[in-house]
Structures are given as C-alpha cells and as structure tokens.
C-alpha cells in the first residue's frame, strides 16, 4: 500500500482546498472529492467486516489460552494416596482485564506507540493523543453496551455473576479518564512529566491487584459483596457435530464450515449461531481441561492433523458454495451467498495464515490475530485521515466517530461475542471497562512514557501537550452522559434482575436510549470543536 504524503499538500491553483494525499495509487488525487469520500466510506466499511472477522479468530484463541490449566499433586488425607488435580492456569478476572480487554484495546496501544516512536525527539506529543482515547471511550461505553443488551435470545437474561470485582474494574476506567484531567488540566497544565508518565503507567497495575484481590476477597482490600454462583469453564463447550463430506470425515481435527458457521461475525445478527471456524476431535472423544478433581490426560493434536487443518483453512478460504449451501431449494440464494464470499475471500484467504489454535494452547494464534487486528486498524486510520481531507470534516469530529469506531471495532465484536456465548454478562461489560482503563493507563500511559523519558534525558524538559483545550469539555460530556448509562444498567438489574437481555422490547428501548447517549456526546463535543458553542 501507498504510503499517504507526511505533511498536508494543497493546490492553490484550485478555487477551493484539494485534497493530494491519496492511499495507493496517485490517480485518486484527480477524482472528485464526492467520489472519493464516497470510495473511502466504502473502504472503512470493508476493513470493519475484516476486523470483525479476525477478532472472532482472536476471540477463539483466547478461549482456548484460558482453558489450559496444570497438573497439581495432592495427598488425599484419607487414603494418604497421591491424587492429581488440574487446576485453571488463568484467573477469570485476570483474564478479562489483561487477555481480553488489552487484547482489543491492542489497536489503539501499537498506533499510539508507533507514533510516540517516530515522534522521538520532539517536545510535543503525537496527534494521536487524548481527544482520541475519549472519543474510543464513549465508543466502547454506549454503543458497545447498545449491542450487547439486545444480543441474547428474547426473554433470556444475562447478568454480572461477581458484582464487586465490576464496581472495582468500573472505578478505575472513571478514575482513568479523571486522573487525565487533573493531569492535563490542573496539576501540569498541557504538560507532562515524566513522573507523570509513570504514575499512569503504574496504574494499570494497581488495577490488576485491586480486581484480583476483590476476586479472591481480600481483606481490608475487597468489598465486602457475594457473588452468585460462576460457572466453571470461562466459555461453556458447543455442542457441534462433526463436519463429513459424504460418508467421510474431513480430518482428525477437521474444520467444521457449515452455512451457520460463518468466518465473518455480524454484530447486527442478535443471536446468530456459533460464529467462526471451530475444530473439533472428530476422531476420539474431546477432554477439555477443567479443574475437576478426577484424572484427565491432555490431548494433543498430532502434527499431521494440524498440518492437514491449516491446509483446509486455505481451501474454505477459496470455496465458495460449501455443501450446505448447495442444499438451499432457492437458486437466487445460492449465488448471493456465493457472490457475498467471494466479496470476502481477500479477507478469508488472508486469515488463512493465521495457524489453528490447538498450537501452544492457542498464544501462537492469539498473538498472529493481535498482528493482524493491529494492521487493519493502521489502515483505518489512514483512511479516516483521507476522508477527513476529502470532506473537510473537522479531524477531531472523525476521531470522534470514525476513528474511535475504527480502533474500538474488535472491542465491540469481543464484547458482543461473549455476550452471545457466555452464560453471565461478567466479561462481556469487564471488556468495556476494563478497555477504558487500557487506553488510558498503558495506551496513552506507555507512548507518554517513551517520549518524556527521552526528553528528560536528552533536554531536560517535558512533553507538550496540543489541542488539549476542548478535551475538557469532552470530558465533561462523557462523565455525564456516562451516569446515564450506568444509571440504566444499575435500573435494569434492580427491575429485570440482569443487565444484558430480557423482554425484547425492553432491550431495544434501552439499545435506543445508550445511542441517544453517544449521539448527545458527540454532536455536543462536535459542536464545541467547531467553535459553535
């Protein structure tokens, strides 16, 4: 891909200012500006489509990482016999907070960390700073919650099983963005120190303590709160038939590809079934790992069969009709469904490299998904700087909507897929929190870190802050508008008894009313930008 010029081109020949940066071949810069926005809009919304299916591939990884748990001798003090116990490796708090919430949030930490990189040297700080991080947080508090109440099946409830550990995680995604304006605005007026950066750094950790002890109920440290009953595995198992094609089974660990299984995650879709590809022992009875008290031998998958389940990655990549769609009665439907997956197959063929999740309990393909989520989110943020140039929008206004939606995407996809799969609302609501508490503490915090560390030995001075004026006000909005959010989940567990779910139109009333919040944030923070009020 073209790289965009660095520095802002105009044509002065021109009646009006023409955009010249274009994103991969120079002869965008002689189309009209309304085909272009027209163009890039189009763009964004395919690289959405692709970030939501990677975040289902993250997502499984994930899963998996969270499953594998260790062998544990004990000695049964009746029978004074060794008996072996697998316990979960992963805290389920820990796991929300750190694989799950800076697994999604890993967007928006590389952006900010590549640019605090190129910006060394410089005594003011990136353009991708504050003003970004609470339009992303407004994304991930009111849009996000939008979807995921409206996910689960008409009538079922989904609610918060360990409601001590999510006041914690809640106090520390508003002291987040509380701490930045005393920092911004008060302590070191549009300066930061390097003491600062540390402080902010170092809070991410004081995070991870304070949920972990609420967890294990410390005392003196932990509220002192019941918890109902949680259930054993973090995802429960999927009840999914073996994929054969004719009388033959695939592979030992085949891919299951049916029509219902589809590689792209549609967050519109409110109770679709299992989502992305899934692999399965089709050959011997699954063992999954649990922290049962009986004996249990791990299964590990042959290099054959992984070898073989990687291969058919590529091959349904590049299959457009698979045998259950062959089976539809409606010719029209058939061709549509293979139209739309070969719209698709760049997305899939890619994808493909990402090796399945049995490799090394899953952190391989974790970690290739966490490369992937990052370099799609690179090219959303290019093509919201094209089309803030193309429209004349204000680049504020698109960090506000388009970026923040753009880096926040593979949040919204995490957060709604474990909304759909998870028997409580625990880490589908830690992952909005918890996300909010990342941007800040290790996405902002980091980059802040590198540059006032290189400027307090190189120079001797701190960071400058920009465009630090309207954030404020931003600021202002978002805490008030976020009252109402958490006032109405706080409603709906004392009247419904649980924050996700419920009667359908009481689920999408309160879908309508968090939207309603997010629009008053940001047309009342668009406003101010652009001097109206």
């Avoid at 820990?94 to 799950?100: C, G, K, Q, V």
């Avoid at 409603?491 to 009313?513: D, K, N, V």
Wanted: charged share 15%.
């Amino acid at each position: 891909m073209a790289s965009l010029n660095s520095t802002s081109t105009w044509d002065s020949n021109l009646s009006h200012e023409r955009c010249l940066f274009y994103f991969i071949f120079h002869f965008e810069t002689k189309l009209s500006h309304g085909l272009r926005g027209f163009l890039y809009f189009l763009a964004l919304a395919y690289c959405f489509v692709g970030l939501s299916a990677i975040t289902d591939r993250f997502f499984r990884s994930m899963e998996n990482v969270v499953k594998h748990s260790r062998a544990v001798e004990e000695i049964d003090p009746l029978t004074n016999t060794k008996v072996i116990k697998y316990e979960k490796v992963w805290n389920y708090t820990i796991a929300d907070i750190t694989l799950l919430a800076f697994g999604t949030s890993f967007p928006q930490i590389s952006l900010a960390t590549i640019d605090a990189i190129r910006n060394i040297g410089s005594l003011t700080a990136g353009g991708l700073g504050p003003g970004t991080l609470v339009g992303s947080a407004a994304f991930d508090l009111f849009p996000i919650h939008a979807v995921c109440v409206v996910v689960p099946k008409a009538g079922e409830l989904k609610r918060i099983s360990d409601i001590g550990v999510w006041l914690v995680e809640l106090f520390w995604s508003f002291w987040a963005y509380i701490w930045l304006y005393i920092i911004l605005k008060i302590w070191t007026p549009n300066v930061i120190t390097l003491w600062e950066a540390l402080l902010t750094v170092a809070q991410f950790g004081l995070l991870l303590i304070h949920a972990y002890a609420q967890d294990k109920r410390w005392p003196y440290v932990s509220l002192p709160m019941t918890r109902s009953e949680r259930p054993e595995d973090w995802v429960p198992e999927e009840k999914i038939a073996p994929y054969r094609d004719g009388n033959k089974t695939r592979d030992n660990y085949s891919e299951v590809d049916e029509d219902r299984n589809s590689i792209i995650v549609d967050i519109f879709s409110i109770h679709s079934a299992n989502t992305g590809f899934v692999y399965e022992n089709v050959a011997d009875t699954d063992i999954h790992e649990s922290s049962s008290e009986q004996c249990r031998v791990d299964t590990i998958p042959h290099k054959d069969d992984l070898l073989s389940v990687w291969k058919m990655q590529f091959v349904d990549a590049l299959t457009l009709e698979s045998p259950e769609s062959k089976k539809l009665n409606s010719k029209s439907l058939r061709v549509a469904k293979a139209l739309w997956k070969l719209v698709l197959a760049p997305w899939r063929l890619l994808f493909a490299f990402v090796p399945p999740y049995q490799i090394a309990n899953g952190w391989i393909a974790f970690i290739f998904s966490l490369v992937f989520i990052s370099g799609i989110a690179y090219i959303v943020t290019k093509i919201t700087d094209l089309i803030s140039c193309v429209t004349g929008i204000n680049a504020y206004i698109i960090a506000l909507t388009a970026l923040a939606a753009g880096t926040s995407w593979p949040d919204l996809v995490a957060s709604k897929i474990a909304a759909e799969r998870q028997i409580t609302a625990d880490s589908a609501i830690a992952n909005i929190t918890c996300s909010n508490s990342v941007n800040i503490y290790i996405g902002i915090g980091v980059p802040w870190l590198i540059d006032t560390l290189y400027n307090y030995i190189a120079y001797k001075k701190p960071l400058r802050i920009e465009n630090a004026a309207g954030l404020s006000f931003s600021l202002l909005i978002f805490f008030a508008t976020s009252v109402g959010c958490i006032g109405v989940l706080v409603f709906r567990r004392l009247t419904l008894g649980a924050e996700l779910g419920g009667p359908r139109h009481w689920a999408w009333l309160t879908s309508f009313y968090l939207m309603l919040l997010w629009l008053v944030f940001v047309v009342l923070s668009s406003l101010q930008v652009s001097n109206i009020i």
